[in-house]
């Protein structure tokens, strides 16, 4: 069988996915570096593509535009042309931060270009969805047998790694990526009970690992998409099942099977597990007293040093309110407006994507991003319209996890890291073109309906 450019394209694009996970999120230099000179290649083979069949097919989602809007304003911040010394307050973590940005606007139309097509686009949803049983299987066995290592092998500094991820928040916004992918696999009507249970599993057993975690932001990020996932699943062919059932009790026999199989699964895992640990873990944030907060690293999470970290990021956004301080440039400008001088020599992040939007772009970059957010929804919501299986399903996959890293964005920094931000820009591109093909398809049928009316 003879390989395409495409496929190979789409499969640098998949090794690229599993990398950044593996590497911690790509938080270090050499990690960086091999990112950066792999989606050289992406463009390397996208050019070799272009050349052969002498064309540039090139779709641009909507959506993208905010990236690319982003990118100029971090040129303008990082370049010496408008400043002596730059308008970003560190310049090089500005250049820096602007690269990485043009790498994930690359990765981002390779996906909205080459993972749309129907067989490469199912080929997506059932990777992920075994990678995600995978790295949640995975870090629970490097959890019970090596948890002060990477790998049984790298020493981890942090008290609060899990799983390849330096911070347990970073690998429960990343369950949340792909928590969605087995359950939009499951929604498909052809798949026996059989078939669905398998799936449903994988999604309650990443809930599990996700919980047992102790993220407590991602605790409450993968309620809310849950809830998500329960209000705005595909409904468009529970008719048809209906119908294909021999009866309605046959249907909800079928229905009541599937919600066992997950509950029991996350239950069960998390009673197996030691559910007295979430408990804990739960119920430690609703401390006040200081020594139970000195026990604990609670205070660090929606408390004490989190609060002053925000008021002080806010002071940075105030100082810097137009175009901010410079992208990549918190760790920076914190020392300068923080109350507490330990605090920036620690903390490079704001542990809220949004608050870091502003201290880092200004009300330029707040307003990109409300533009992203917008165009973005509107793309979902469109898609999951549209009467054809695989597409529909797939616009539901990427909404819930779209939604899940979006609620968790307010309690963390997850799209600072690429391995993150990669999937969530990915989904976002590829969500946009299925909207795109949505409205064709409905515009394709309203004509042939309006045809045979004629006729």
Same mark, same amino acid.
């Given at each position: ?48 593509? &272009? +050349?052969?069949?002498?064309? $540039? @097919? /090139?779709?641009?989602? !909507? ?6 809007? =982003?990118?100029? #304003? ?6 010496? &042309? +408008?400043?002596?010394?730059? $308008? @970003? /307050?560190?310049?090089? !973590? ?6 990485? =940005?043009?790498? #994930? ?29 995978? #790295?949640a299987t995975f870090s629970m ?31 429960a916004g990343y369950m949340e ?244 931000s990669l999937l969530f820009l ?30």
């Open positions: 069988m003879k390989i395409t450019t495409d496929q190979i394209i789409s499969a640098v694009f998949v090794m690229l996915v599993v990398f950044t996970a593996l590497a911690h999120g790509v938080v270090e230099p050499w990690s960086e570096l091999i990112f950066v000179l792999s989606v050289s290649a992406l463009v390397l083979l996208w050019a070799i593509k &272009v +050349f052969r069949e002498k064309r $540039l @097919s /090139l779709f641009i989602p !909507a959506n993208l535009w905010p990236l690319i809007g =982003l990118i100029l #304003l971090g040129v303008v911040q990082g370049s010496r &042309v +408008f400043s002596f010394a730059g $308008l @970003s /307050l560190d310049v090089e !973590a500005t250049q820096a931060t602007t690269l990485l =940005l043009c790498c #994930l606007l690359v990765t981002s139309l390779v996906a909205a270009n080459f993972m749309t097509h129907r067989e490469r686009l199912q080929t997506l949803m059932q990777f992920l969805t075994i990678f995600g049983l995978v #790295l066995i490097q959890h019970f047998t090596s948890s002060n290592k990477f790998y049984w092998m790298r020493v981890i500094e942090s008290k609060t790694s899990f799983g390849p991820f330096v911070n347990r928040n970073h690998f990526l792909l928590l969605p992918w087995p359950v939009a696999l499951m929604l498909t009507r052809r798949r026996s009970l059989a078939e669905k249970s398998f799936y449903l599993f994988i999604a309650a057993w990443m809930v599990v690992v996700a919980v047992f975690s102790l993220s407590r932001g991602g605790m409450i990020s993968i309620f809310a998409q849950l809830v998500f996932m329960a209000t705005f699943r595909p409904r468009q062919f529970d008719e048809v099942e209906s119908v294909a059932s021999s009866s309605g009790v046959m249907s909800f026999a079928r229905q009541s099977a599937l919600a066992a199989v997950f509950l029991v699964t996350i239950f069960g895992g998390l009673n197996w597990l030691g559910a007295e640990r979430v408990i804990d873990r739960v119920t430690a944030g609703f401390e006040t007293n200081q020594a139970a907060a000195a026990q604990t690293d609670t205070r660090q999470l929606f408390t004490g040093h989190r609060n002053e970290l925000w008021r002080d990021s806010w002071k940075i956004f105030t100082a810097n309110p137009l175009i901010g301080a410079g992208l990549g440039a918190y760790e920076t400008a914190l020392p300068a407006h923080n109350q507490n001088r330990n605090l920036g020599m620690i903390a490079s992040q704001a542990h809220n994507d949004y608050l870091q939007t502003l201290t880092d772009a200004g009300l330029i970059g707040a307003l990109l991003a409300v533009w992203f957010l917008v165009v973005t929804a509107r793309a979902v919501v469109n898609a999951l319209r549209v009467h054809e299986q695989l597409m529909s399903n797939a616009a539901f996959g990427c909404g819930a996890a779209l939604f899940g890293l979006s609620v968790h964005s307010l309690f963390d920094f997850n799209l600072q890291l690429l391995s993150h990915a989904f976002a591109a590829v969500v946009s073109q299925l909207s795109e093909l949505a409205t064709l398809i409905t515009a394709n049928r309203v004509r042939t309906t309006g045809a045979i009316r004629q006729a």
